[in-house]
């Protein structure tokens, strides 16, 4: 069994993670750390958990019983706790959704944890990764198998469309910064920029993106870039529109490819902002870091069930 810890287990995203590793085949959770609630039921403040797990908040964590750590709050898990842990035991794997600032990424070992570009690395022997965002998972998705064929040249318009409460949250700066780092670390040639527009959709935790872009490939040779994903098993490419329907309560990313009458590249990607970039994608690197198949607690079902819809 792999023994888990969460620290922010409080957080919108801990309460989410806690549902998916109880149920978990392969999963002990051992401790849910939150500020100001020791010894309460985590059933009393997240939903869905009644009956599932008698798991109460702590105030701390015991390092020596784990395997792998997750972090969902920088507030509560800082560069001092960080390096402290370090110390005690620098084999336990870390997994965060919201990293400490301040600490050295690269000197650490940390690996940027988009499996569709980083799965070698998480498969041998990453003992830390961070969950890349919603939104930079969904417009690295879209965009990695034009930059692996080295095909974006010219400006990318990205316009998002997510609930009040992520997008809130979203500094776009923040977000074009990392998406164009990565793009440039994949084609060293790309030195164009990412424009982005947010705004506020009506869905309940899913989120829509539309990426436009130069390109003079048909509908049929964009799609045939998307056969890098042939073996992942949560990123697929369709030529029919994919409402938020399809992946409300999942961890995919589905990318709709098409053209525009002025000649781009119209790529449309869907995904639910709570699991992917979130507590789905953190749960599938740790699936990765311990040898276990990509899906394993992860083959959720849509919640949503209505026909194609924006």
């Known amino acids: 069994m792999i023994n888990v810890g969460i620290i922010g287990a409080d957080t919108p995203d801990g309460g989410e993670l806690i549902r998916l590793l109880a149920m978990h085949p392969d999963v002990e959770l051992m401790g849910a750390q939150a500020s100001g609630l020791d010894g309460v039921p985590v059933s009393r403040v997240h939903h ?19 395997n792998v750590l997750f972090v969902c709050s920088d507030v509560q898990f800082g560069v001092a706790e960080f390096t402290q842990m370090r110390i005690v035991r620098p084999d336990l794997k870390v997994i965060m959704l919201r990293a400490p600032k301040g600490i050295d990424m690269a000197g650490q070992g940390i690996v940027y944890g988009l499996p569709e570009l980083n799965r070698k690395l998480l498969v041998r022997g990453a003992t830390g990764a961070i969950v890349p965002t919603t939104f930079a998972s969904m417009a690295l998705v879209a965009l990695i198998p034009f930059a692996m064929h080295l095909l974006l040249s010219g400006e990318i318009d990205i316009h998002i469309s997510a609930p009040e409460a992520i997008i809130k949250v979203t500094d776009a700066e923040t977000l074009k910064a990392e998406i164009e780092e990565k793009l440039r670390e994949i084609q060293r ?46 990123s697929f490419a369709v030529e029919n529109p994919a409402g938020v329907s399809e992946v409300a309560g999942t961890n995919k990313i589905v990318v709709t490819v098409g053209r525009t009458d002025m000649g781009e590249a119209d790529i449309t990607a869907v995904a639910d902002c709570r699991l992917r970039g979130a507590a789905g994608e953190a749960m599938h690197i740790m699936n990765l870091m311990f040898g276990l198949h990509e899906k394993t607690g992860l083959a959720l079902k849509a919640i949503d069930f209505f026909p194609v819809d924006d």
Do not use: C, W
């Open 48 to 66: 869905g958990l009644i009956g599932e797990t008698d798991l109460r908040f702590s105030s701390t964590l015991d390092y020596a019983r784990l």
């Open 189 to 234: 040639s790309f030195n164009s920029s990412v424009k982005i527009s947010l705004s506020e959709g009506a869905t309940r935790r899913s989120a829509k993106m539309t990426l436009r872009f130069p390109s003079a490939l048909s509908q049929t040779n964009m799609l045939q870039l998307y056969d890098v994903y042939d073996d992942h098993n949560f």
